[in-house]
């Protein structure tokens, strides 16, 4: 005989298992929200900040010790003219820095904004005489190499890596045919006096640099691109099933860097005179190198454009110093790039976990 338990069917088992379930619906004319994703720095972006602060103000102190010319305004000048066009190619590349991603492809582009600037204002080559309009017409060429770099890697779904140094090559590429085996030489006085007019005592093309820097990190305190940089670098995966279009605001990431860098072109072509194919040479490297130093990882969703900025002064005022206690140019490049490999491995030491495999 069977009891009266197994032989009454329970309720559950004539109806089948029960449906998964999932998340509460929506109310009716209201659409979920997405969650507020972080961007305000931690713990360790402040220890790491006040550490790159901490190098600045003992590097300044050894130097004015060292050399008393160091500690002249003319100097201060000096320094922060020469960090210009650093800081607004350094601004474009932290965002890329930002998603976990590299950029490889800045000289190249800058070589192609640097020929189309000269070649868009009054120049000893072409009858051209754009003015402002040929300045804008060059950062938004830098902007669409950058949005070509952006699509190529997440459509095609190749590492930045080699999508950027494709791009680097196209932008040699296009400099060279522009260049023609004749420089241009730049006629603009408007342009040209980014580089020797001064105000307040420093040359115009600091005080634009200021200008790019606010720019750059109002977009990443108030905007979209800036805010998902940092989830995107942190955690993509998560980022994209909260909803967030991790494709489009990485190539728009791109977008930005690259605008900067044509910006930086004209900077660079105002400083030199003249259109030239190398303008960018050794700008990777260095802007790189400024940004590790200042803060923002290689591995994303840390730091931001003021650290970034420190990581500027830093090699600027090492440089600086170097030449005033009259070191070779040859030891400056190998003692730059000792503190880039210290750099790197201090910064990525507390988030070592998050590396996984390093290959």
């Not at 754009?130 to 890697?153: H, Q």
Request: proline residues 5%; charged residues 10%.
């Amino acid at each position: 005989m069977t009891s009266p338990d197994t032989a009454r069917p329970r309720a559950t088992d004539a109806a089948g298992p029960a449906p998964p379930q999932g998340p509460a619906p929506a109310a009716a004319g209201r659409t979920p929200s997405r969650p507020r994703l972080p961007w305000r720095p931690s713990g360790t972006d402040a220890v790491q900040t006040t550490a790159s602060l901490a190098a600045l103000v003992l590097m300044i102190l050894v130097f004015s010790v060292l050399d008393a010319q160091f500690r002249t305004w003319g100097n201060l000048v000096a320094v922060v003219d020469a960090a210009a066009v650093l800081a607004v190619v350094t601004v474009g590349l932290t965002f890329v820095l930002l998603l976990g991603a590299i950029d490889l492809s800045v000289e190249g582009v800058i070589g192609a904004c640097a020929l189309t600037v000269a070649l868009l204002v009054a120049n000893s080559r072409t009858g051209l005489d754009l003015g402002v309009l040929g300045v804008v017409a060059t950062v938004a060429l830098g902007a669409a190499f950058g949005l070509l770099s952006g699509l190529l890697s997440t459509r095609l779904r190749i590492p930045s890596f080699l999508t950027t140094l494709g791009v680097y090559a196209i932008g040699l590429g296009v400099a060279t045919i522009l260049f023609s085996g004749e420089r241009p030489i730049v006629g603009d006085p408007w342009l040209s006096g980014w580089a020797s007019s001064k105000f307040l005592g420093f040359a115009v093309a600091s005080w634009v640099a200021a200008g790019a820097i606010l720019v750059g990190w109002l977009i990443q305190r108030y905007t979209r691109v800036g805010r998902y940089a940092y989830a995107i670098g942190g955690a993509e995966d998560i980022t994209r099933l909260s909803g967030v279009p991790v494709a489009r605001f990485k190539t728009a990431a791109f977008a930005v860097a690259g605008a900067f860098y044509g910006l930086g072109a004209v900077m660079a072509t105002s400083q030199l005179g003249s259109g030239v194919v190398t303008a960018g040479s050794g700008l990777n490297f260095s802007a790189i190198a400024a940004a590790v130093i200042g803060g923002t990882l290689l591995v994303g969703g840390r730091g931001g454009v003021l650290q970034s900025m420190i990581g500027v002064l830093v090699l600027t005022v090492l440089q600086n110093g170097l030449i005033l206690a009259g070191v070779s140019p040859y030891a400056q490049q190998a003692v730059q790039g000792v503190i880039v490999v210290v750099a790197v491995a201090a910064a990525t030491w507390p988030v070592r976990h998050r590396l996984g495999v390093v290959k």
